[in-house]
């Protein structure tokens, strides 16, 4: 089972960047795939972006295709994401989330462990 820390949200003009993490503890981190998801008020928590448990593979929603960038070290239990180009509507709490099976999956469902979740907020 893997317990998950994410930090690295707070308040930024659109334009702006900013670098989310997601701390990992517990000895399966290395084999499960990794997600961000993102949830805004009033709307379902939707896909962000995912990564395979070796780091060879990586997907992104298109709404953030080209601006953000997903990566992990394994040696340091710890999954990224790089948010470039920030627009309001990006704002959101973040949620990064492990996958056992390990590959590419942009369903919720197939992520059995879930951090408490970090507030991203682009203002114009």
């Known amino acids: 089972q893997v317990q998950l820390v994410e930090s690295g949200g707070g308040s930024v003009q659109a334009g702006g960047s900013l670098r989310l993490s997601c701390a990992a503890s517990?000895?399966?981190?290395?084999?499960?795939?990794m997600g961000w998801f993102r949830q805004a008020p009033g709307k379902e928590r939707e896909f962000v972006a995912t990564?395979?448990?070796?780091?060879?593979?990586?997907y992104y929603a298109d709404s953030v295709k080209g601006r953000f960038t997903i990566s992990r070290d394994n040696a340091k239990n710890t999954v990224y994401l790089q948010m470039n180009s920030l627009k309001p509507e990006d704002t959101a709490v973040y949620y990064c989330?492990?996958?056992?099976?390990?590959?590419?999956?942009?369903?919720?469902?197939?992520?059995?462990?879930w951090g408490q979740g970090t507030q991203v907020t682009v203002s114009s």
């Open positions: 989330a492990a996958s056992s099976g390990g590959v590419i999956t942009t369903t919720l469902n197939e992520y059995e462990q």
């Open positions: 517990g000895r399966t981190f290395s084999s499960a795939a």
């Open positions: 990564i395979t448990w070796r780091g060879t593979y990586t």
